[in-house]
């Protein structure tokens, strides 16, 4: 079993910056491949970033690709989503989640944990 809690949500205006953070618990993080996935109101849930579990690999959603960057500290069972250049489209709902492949996956239904979520709000 593995515990996540997202952070960092918050208002920003357009063009700035975020830091969300994802701390897990629970079995071991390192071997666990991570994902961040948002949700809209009225929208599907939608791929964002994941990591393998070395932080070596890396895969991005088309819509934050040069914007967004993952990254994890398996020291400190912690995985982050550093995101800039915010747009009003990025507002959503920001999910953290693992998947017990070493390996992350676009494909939300590949993961097996998920966090209570993060509210991001851009302002325009």
């Known amino acids: 079993q593995v515990q ?3 952070s960092g949500g918050g208002l920003v205006q357009a063009g700035g910056s975020l830091r969300l ?16 996935f948002r949700q809209a109101p009225g929208k599907e849930r939608e791929f ?4 393998n579990w070395s932080g070596g690999i890396t895969s991005y959603g088309d819509s934050v690709k ?19 250049s915010l747009k009003p489209e990025d507002t959503a ?3 953290c989640a693992a998947t017990a492949k070493t390996y992350g996956s676009i494909w939300s239904h590949e993961y097996d944990y998920w966090g209570q979520g993060t509210q991001v709000t851009v302002s325009s």
């Open 4 to 6: 996540l809690v997202e």
């Open 21 to 36: 953070s994802c701390a897990a618990s629970g079995r071991t993080f390192s071997t666990n491949a991570m994902g961040w």
């Open 48 to 51: 964002v970033a994941a990591v």
């Open 66 to 84: 040069g914007r967004f960057t993952i990254s994890r500290d398996n020291a400190k069972n912690t995985v982050y989503l550093q995101m800039n």
């Open 93 to 95: 709902v920001y999910y």
